[in-house]
């Protein structure tokens, strides 16, 4: 766990700034994806390369590093012929890796602030068909949680900051997600992936982010690996829906091609739309897929966030398989 400030007190003082993308720094470190288990396979095979990824974004200036367990869960390792016990302790370790990159980092600049956020991916993404942007599974949410529960236990017992409950397709997986993640008594966000001003599922985001609306324990809502374009819009119906900060990180724009397991277009992420994203009421702001450590640093500049920035950093600022 982080020292002095919670996430949500960080909040509360200013903008704070997340990672971007995990699987585009890993490759470009030269690792393999191809797989199904997309980065959660190196957990067990190279965990060296996320923590080394971690510090990528830590030198970038990052100040909330989220963890390898988007596409890590118990089915998806069972598959590969890896059993419970091995599985939990693999969920755990993308905590510790995250946690670690913290530590040096802090040990390099005592006064720094970083906070770990374990991420919790969607139902869909253990599919590894682009299933977590359609949503609609056909599962209740009830069945969502039992999916849940599990691996969030295991991330919870590793002792992260936050929860990042990320790239939610529709309402039933917010409400399966949201409930478990009560359970565990920890912080969290909630983030969907919308298109169109609408979840992905084709439901109104008044009514998605409403999921969240009285709940202490969530410290921000809003959206995630979705076009940039979509972002200020949907921060500020988050905001006034919710009254919470916004969270907002969306991808380069480029579109998922989950068949040819391909990115597809050219990137528009552009880091001056910070300052619309935090007028509109963001206050956790980053990138996603494809979105990589020299966007980061950006950003960090626009924020005047990052390594040396201080307690205070943050006050100057106005798709795919992620893990």
Known sequence: MSSGRTVAEALAEGPVLLDGGLS??????????SDALWSARLLADAPEQIEAAHLAYLRAGAQVLITSGYQATFEGFAHWGIGPERARALLARSVELARRAAGAARQADPGREVWVAASVGPYGAMLADGSEYRGRYGLAVRELERFHRPRMAAFAEAGPDVLALETVPDIDEAEAVVRVAEETGLPYWLSYSVAGGR???????????????????????????????EAEEAVRVAAEVTGKPAVVY?????????????????????PERVRAWTGAGARLVGGCCRVGPEHIEELAALLGAGPGAGPSAGHGGDGAPHS
């Open 24 to 33: 585009n720094q890993l490759e470009a470190q030269g690792c393999d994806l």
């Open 199 to 229: 979840t992905r599922a084709g439901q109104p985001l008044e009514e998605a982010f409403a999921v969240v609306a009285g709940r202490d324990r969530a410290v921000a809502v809003g959206v995630n690996c979705c076009d940039p374009a």
């Open 250 to 270: 969306p991808n380069s724009g480029e579109g998922w091609d989950a068949e040819g397991r391909g990115w597809t277009g050219r990137s528009t992420f552009a």
